[in-house]
């Protein structure tokens, strides 16, 4: 009983970061279509972000105040993802629309850039963040059971996260621009969007999140130039099991993986485990091509 | 017609994900997977090469080669390795060189790919001519090397501890072999009542043949195993796993994961509210670096095996970290690795000396018993397998990030790869 508990509660917490880490490659693949390579390094670079946070409120600010630095972190590492992001999509991926193998090749050969950038700046070895001593410890329920503050806190900045971006998408002029461009730029344009500057943000603010999960993802796991290559598999799997241009596909998608995952990593080992989840994957979308969720509108594609 | 070229991208893109993933993994600290690098030399020892030597020797200088990957991921541990390696060479030039030659170090970078570093060994050894090579890190770049060397007669140091179960006539091996590290910590464990041990490792070479050894002499000796996990290399996420260990109860986790996967494991392990007083984990892939990378608060009181601490109390030793401090700055810190690459240039500019040559032959005929004065105490080299006698040490991790030591084998062990010397593990060698 107790290990179903814990175990249903692993299940959530791991969907929590893939959906974490998705979401922003949902917003540049899902929608954009570039097939963004550097997403990974854009969740390294709000890792580092919040490192250099936390040594500037090592150095510079009072011991008392060292603790606020986490959401001062999760802000400075969108900002500097984002603009990061603007920088890339007004300077590279804004010629290669419509040209997804191009896509790939540029976006990778920037995300080796950016981790080499980062082992020059910040050296090769992994840095340490320590995390704020609020989100230190768990939540008991019975005794052997332990719901720890930092899974429950990702699973709440992710739920924050959706909202913010489902608020924007689909209840915000912006974002309603930004879906007309998406579904058909030219009816858009006509229309007298600048769909330049709808891209450009765009991309930005899919990069921008993957920063923020970047930024959470230093309570759980390491800090390095090569973290981004972690992570980039498990994102393209949950945004193409979802349904590529579906925020909702990329829920459940996440939910999916990180549920069966969980699950055969119980039963099974961590490496069979894997190897399951993908055949399952792979057989649903024999089955579903499109995914969970298709997008059904006369202008794709 | 569009969606022919998108899907034909997702799939290049998901393969080529999966590629740097798995390189990802396979990085990191440890040095373990395998150690086996094989050192080309190029000197002129090799029949095949007779015009070399002359050239390496030449002139005022002797070439020697620094092959460690200095970019990908393996510069995370490699690149300190390089710091310790040219930090002797300066010492050694400053005393006046090796047979009055200064060593003028050719660097070059294995770029964490494999066949680089066979392509730079061989460079090293036919264009530069260099004496020797000091090199490798994962078995995988000594593998891919081994052919070159045996090829053109050269000459490796290899600086890592690994797998044993190997002795290659090209290459010196001055890290710890499975007897100086893994074996006696095991031993340890027994002594301690630690009976019951679960046994983690990264899903590769390095791990499964040391889970082999230790699940044999745990069978021998009166101990338990009771579960063995692997993880893929890159692993992040332990919850599940650490589900298992709190299931299966053990007395002490025996870590030989690699790499950033361990920062995962040990911030994961805290969050569930496990600390080192409920549950011991001994680790042989985790040093200095790898404590800082992590964050020393949340090893505090788990163990280690090396043979080489930075607090090791000998005189050699304070000299080596107040000049490591010195030349890469006061926050640095010194670790098994660095120091095995460090005795390794002392070693060879010894051997040589004695041979009165820089010949690959001559050299490793000379290299025979030689003795050092090592950071870790004195080091002999064995002649029978050219692996060195090394003091094990079990050591703690400290809130400050240091390792203190709690035990060590009293001097230095006889290095034996294949395990001759133990009747539990007859067997194990023979594949």
Request: charged share 20%; glycine share 10%; with cysteine.
């Amino acid at each position: 009983m107790e290990v179903w508990v814990s175990q249903v509660f692993n299940g959530l917490s791991v969907s929590s970061i893939l959906l974490l880490i998705a979401l922003g490659l949902a917003i540049t693949f899902g929608l954009m279509r570039v097939i963004n390579m550097a997403h990974g390094e854009f969740i390294m670079i709000g890792a580092y972000g919040a490192y250099m946070t936390q040594q500037i409120f090592k150095s510079y600010l009072p011991k008392s105040l060292f603790d606020a630095y986490f959401p001062v972190a999760i802000v400075i590492s969108f900002v500097i993802a984002f603009a990061i992001g603007y920088l890339l999509e007004v300077t590279l991926i804004r010629f290669l629309y419509g040209r997804p193998l191009d896509s790939l090749l540029a976006t990778w050969g920037v995300g080796l850039m950016l981790q080499q950038l980062a082992r020059s700046i910040f050296g090769a070895p992994n840095v340490a963040v320590a995390s704020p001593s609020w989100l230190d410890g768990g939540l008991t329920l019975f005794s052997g059971t332990v719901l720890p503050y930092k899974r429950l806190f990702i699973i709440a900045l992710v739920a924050s996260c959706l909202f913010a971006m489902y608020l924007y998408i689909y209840r915000s002029n912006a974002g309603r621009r930004m879906r007309a461009v998406m579904q058909n730029r030219d009816m858009a344009a006509c229309l007298g969007i600048s769909t330049r500057r709808v891209d450009a943000f765009t991309f930005a603010i899919g990069s921008g999140i993957a920063g923020i999960a970047g930024c959470a993802l230093t309570l759980i796991g390491p800090i390095g130039p090569s973290i981004g290559t972690y992570y980039i598999v498990d994102a393209f799997m949950v945004v193409v099991l979802g349904g590529v241009g579906k925020l909702v596909g990329t829920v459940a998608g996440a939910l999916g993986i990180g549920v069966f995952n969980t699950l055969f990593e119980w039963w099974t080992d961590a490496s069979l485990g894997k190897v399951l989840v993908f055949l399952c994957i792979v057989a649903f979308l024999q089955w579903k091509p499109m995914g969970m969720f298709a997008v059904r509108t006369r202008s794709l594609d | 017609m569009k969606k022919g070229n998108w899907l034909k991208g997702l799939v290049l893109a998901m393969t080529a994900s999966l590629v740097l993933a798995g390189c990802g993994g396979k990085n990191n600290n440890e040095a373990s997977s395998s150690a086996s690098s094989s050192a080309p030399t190029s000197s002129e020892a090799s029949s095949s090469a007779p015009a070399s030597s002359a050239a390496a020797a030449g002139g005022d200088t002797v070439k020697v080669g620094i092959l460690h990957s200095l970019s990908g991921t393996m510069s995370i541990s490699e690149v300190t390795v390089k710091n310790s390696e040219l930090m002797a060479i300066k010492e050694i030039n400053a005393k006046g060189g090796v047979l009055g030659k200064q060593i003028e170090a050719v660097v070059e970078d294995g770029a964490s790919d494999w066949p680089t570093f066979a392509e730079k060994a061989r460079k090293l050894l036919t264009e530069d001519k260099v004496a020797t090579v000091f090199g490798g890190w994962t078995s995988s770049s000594r593998k891919a090397m081994l052919p070159v060397f045996e090829e053109l007669n050269g000459l490796l140091w290899y600086p890592v501890q690994y797998e044993g179960l190997e002795s290659s006539p090209n290459i010196f091996y001055t890290g710890a072999t499975t007897n100086q590290q893994i074996i006696p910590s095991v031993d340890f464990l027994l002594e301690k009542g630690k009976k019951k041990v679960f046994l983690l490792g990264s899903d590769y070479v390095f791990p499964r043949t040391a889970n082999k050894i230790i699940k044999a002499q745990l069978a021998a000796k009166g101990g338990e195993t009771v579960a063995e996990e692997y993880t893929p290399l890159g692993h992040t996420d332990y919850t599940t796993i650490i589900a298992k260990i709190k299931e299966a109860k053990p007395d002490v986790v025996y870590n030989t994961l690699n790499g950033d996967s361990n920062v995962a494991f040990f911030k994961q392990l805290k969050d569930a509210g496990i600390t080192s007083a409920d549950l011991m984990t001994i680790s042989v892939s985790v040093a200095e670096e790898e404590v800082k990378g992590i964050g020393p608060e949340y090893l505090t009181g788990h163990l280690v095996a090396w043979d080489y601490y930075q607090t090791t109390d000998t005189p050699e030793n304070k000299v080596f970290v107040e000049n490591f401090k010195k030349e890469y700055g006061a926050d640095s810190v010194t670790s098994d690795p660095m120091e095995a690459g460090y005795v390794a240039v002392y070693l060879w500019a010894a051997a040589a000396e004695k041979a009165g040559s820089f010949e690959v032959d001559k050299v490793k005929a000379a290299a025979k018993g030689i003795e050092f004065n090592a950071p870790e105490g004195k080091v002999t080299i064995d002649g029978d397998n050219q692996h060195i006698y090394k003091t094990v040490r079990i050591g703690e991790i400290k809130a400050d990030g240091q390792i203190v030591e709690l035990w060590n084998s009293g001097g230095p062990v006889k290095p034996d790869p294949y395990l001759k010397t133990y009747d539990w593990a007859k067997g194990l060698s023979d594949k």
